[in-house]
């Protein structure tokens, strides 16, 4: 679970396992695999190392993600 802040200042947390999609416009919108989308004041970065953070602490990333910017696409 990850606990991020919305646009009105109040904080949720997610189950970060239900993450599909995270992306600015301009505001980080991330997307669940539910259907839903929540709005949040943490840039994209910060929500990708929540992430990561989170799967290591459960055993699920024995490594590290690269992010699409980290590739050059």
């Known amino acids: 679970m990850i606990t991020v802040t919305r646009l009105n200042g109040s904080r949720i947390t997610l189950n970060a396992l239900l993450i599909e999609t995270i992306e600015e416009t301009p505001d980080t919108v991330i997307s669940l695999t539910t259907g ?38």
């Open 36 to 73: 839903k989308k929540i709005m949040v004041l943490e840039k994209v970065p910060d929500v990708v190392s929540l992430v990561q953070t989170y799967l290591q602490q459960i055993g699920t990333l024995g490594g590290s993600i690269k992010s699409v910017e980290s590739e050059g696409f």
